[in-house]
């Protein structure tokens, strides 16, 4: 069987059984009971007949799931919002209507917006290696007149605030072109926007937007005391931020619109909730920015729910017309302490994880790692510098200098995306991962603490744990944009599995391996990588201490786990959970693959791997073959076509 893109959501049951559908791992003692059930019809009824079932059963319709006709979301306003304790009775009252094939009642959990420091309140309007900076110098040749725009080191670093010039976003090299996100919209799917922002005002796309905290559509955020909920505001500046206008800074694709999506503001998320924000509109919204997730607290293992991954299926199926909604993630912010492999929204295959870097190129103290992200962008500079946070729009009309962490990251790359869409509409969302992956640089990014270097995969492609494959360059993409050509249909491939018990301890490597040929001779044959799955099924005494590494057939080795000190789960483990990397991008992946598991601990641990299957993702035909090479015969993509031309990529 061929599956082609992705699996098409009538195949639930092969989502659910060989790519993910998110269960917890831990934190189920968080979870509670709402006042909130997902009902699904026998047909397609419509939502004339979905109330007459709520009425009479003594319920209210908030809305369709995801714009169904068949599933949809009920409340029954007599019940506690929050309980601990499910309600039999009501769930059954439900499932007898003769209407109702099954009724689900609806469970909450916790999701944190992504952010280093504490929200602050804004201002009045008004040594490391030193690698290849940008090879697009093009500039604009007007200086934006906002105020703040000197400030913006991430859109142009001068060496203000202590960083180090040319180590920004390279956008003055897409705005010279006259690229500046015009037609493109961006959802903030977080806690709100100030609409009414005087910088955000004229980019605002009302039609595209919604609360659905409050179920309307006017997705302006709750008001605090101490301006917590100015974080989507925020992020919705660094994208489209007017130019020109005298006020605050620049957005990255300040001629771009923006969407609110008012979903992160209520005591607890729920699926339906999460899954209705990333459906919405795929018509008319072409980028989806998260900068939340679930909690970075070093020992949480959780993702998507049903509703919710089936939305995002939907969304790179059939949104923006079939080309695939983009959706960007903060890779999140909870420092050498976590991996963003534990988090199921940043590790997924149709997600774009972003993490940060300081204006300085390092690391920052709170950014996560895993071979998952596939790029990064900025979040702040050093902190006895004044202005070295993001500079940004605020609520209620103000500017702020103090935007951070991987928050402030996956806007900033949802803006550059912003950029590539104008200059080339007709890109997939694959093709917006390969022109990722293609243009980001190594730039000045290094490692201060000198555990993850760059390394070289067997394609020839230059890749960091921490920063994916660098960061972001716009002018870069936008010129490739302008030029490409598609990339060929996708293809997947279970390479194997091994289901036997194997046991590990302390002072041990055990070391797994599965023999492939990508499926040569079926349909579904893979020659040439994009993500790699390793679903794992694992438990031991200490989970945090476990760190697990995957080693292609062209020896390129990706830390698919690293250790966790907080996570001391010896019961749940993880199960059927899919640690993915990027890092093979573009390899062959014939040959063997190897697994090695290793407990990072001085204490006595012990554990045992149940299952191993590892899935494959990735081309036929070479991917780059029919690109034309724009500028430097160094560039990544020169490099990776003439290595696909070599020994290591004949097949016969």
């Known amino acids: ?119 602050q309140r804004g201002v009045p309007l008004a040594n490391g290696f030193k690698g290849a900076g940008h090879i697009n110098n093009r500039h604009d040749s007007r200086t934006p007149n906002d105020p703040l725009y000197d400030k913006e080191w991430y859109l142009k670093n001068v060496g203000q605030a202590g960083g180090i010039p040319k180590l920004d976003l390279n956008v003055e090299a897409a705005w010279a072109l006259n690229i500046t996100g015009k037609g493109i919209t961006t959802a903030i799917m977080d806690d709100g926007v100030d609409y009414l922002h005087p910088d955000l005002w004229d980019n605002f796309n009302a039609e595209a937007s919604y609360d659905f905290s409050s179920n309307d559509p006017f997705p302006y955020p709750r008001y605090t005391d101490d301006w917590f909920n100015s974080h989507g505001t925020r992020c919705a500046g660094e994208v489209a931020a007017k130019r020109d206008n005298g006020i605050c800074g620049v957005g990255v694709a300040y001629d771009s619109k923006i969407a609110g999506l008012r979903m992160l503001d209520q005591p607890y998320m729920t699926d339906l909730i999460e899954a209705n924000s990333m459906a919405h509109k795929p018509e ?6 998260a900068s939340w997730g679930p909690t970075d607290d070093g020992k949480t293992v959780d993702g998507p729910r049903n509703a919710t991954m089936r939305a995002i299926v939907n969304g790179v199926n059939n949104g923006r017309k079939g080309k695939g909604s983009i959706y960007v993630w903060a890779s999140g912010d909870g420092g050498p302490d976590d991996d963003c492999n534990c988090d199921g929204y940043a590790a997924s295959m149709w997600t774009i994880s972003i993490n940060s870097a300081t204006n300085d190129g390092q690391t920052a103290s709170y950014d996560e790692s895993c071979s998952s992200t596939l790029a990064s962008t900025f979040s702040n500079g050093k902190s006895w510098f004044m202005d070295a946070g993001v500079a940004t ?10 935007h951070s962490g991987t928050s402030a990251a996956a806007p900033e790359a949802a803006g550059v995306f912003a950029l590539a869409l104008e200059a080339n509409p007709a890109l997939t969302w694959r093709d917006m991962q390969h022109l990722t992956v293609l243009t980001s640089k190594r730039n000045h990014l290094y490692d201060r603490s000198e555990k993850h270097n760059w390394t070289i995969n067997g394609a020839g492609l230059e890749f960091n744990h921490l920063f994916g494959y660098g960061v972001l360059d716009a002018g870069d993409m936008v010129d490739l944009a302008l030029h490409w050509r598609g990339t060929p249909e996708r293809y997947h491939c279970t390479a194997g599995s091994k289901k036997e018990k194997n046991h590990f301890r302390t002072g041990e490597v055990l070391i797994l391996t599965i023999n492939t040929d990508a499926c040569k001779g079926d349909d579904n044959q893979v020659k040439y990588l994009e993500h790699v799955q390793s679903f794992i099924t694992l438990k031991s005494s200490r989970r945090g201490d476990v760190t697990m590494f995957l080693t292609s057939p062209m020896n390129t080795t990706s830390m698919i786990l690293s ?90």
């Open 1 to 119: 069987m061929v599956y082609r893109t992705v699996w098409r959501l009538d195949s639930l049951a092969l989502i659910c059984g060989l790519v993910l559908c998110w269960l917890p791992n831990s934190q189920p003692s968080k979870e509670v009971v709402t006042n909130e059930w997902h009902v699904h019809m026998n047909d397609d009824v419509g939502i004339e007949v979905a109330k007459r079932v709520a009425m009479r059963t003594g319920f209210s319709l908030i809305s369709p799931v995801m714009g169904s006709e068949r599933e949809f979301h009920f409340v029954h306003r007599g019940l506690p919002k929050r309980r601990m304790r499910r309600s039999i009775g009501h769930t059954r009252m439900l499932r007898a209507d003769p209407m109702v094939a099954q009724a689900y009642q609806i469970t909450g959990f916790i999701r944190s917006k992504r952010g280093f420091k504490p929200m």
């Open 284 to 289: 008319l919204i072409d980028i989806y920015s």
């Open 393 to 402: 729009v605020d609520l209620y009309g103000e500017c702020t200098l103090k």
């Open 563 to 652: 250790k966790r000190p907080r996570d001391d789960d010896d019961k749940e483990g993880f199960v059927k959970w899919p640690f993915m990397t990027t890092h093979t991008w573009a390899e062959n992946p014939r040959g063997e693959w190897r697994l090695s598991i290793i407990f990072d601990s001085e204490q006595a641990q012990e554990g045992t791997i149940f299952e191993w299957t590892l899935l494959l993702h990735g081309t036929q035909k070479p991917p780059y073959a029919n690109q034309k090479v724009p500028g430097s015969p160094h560039s990544k993509l020169a490099v990776v076509k003439r290595e696909h031309q070599g020994p290591n990529f004949r097949f016969d």
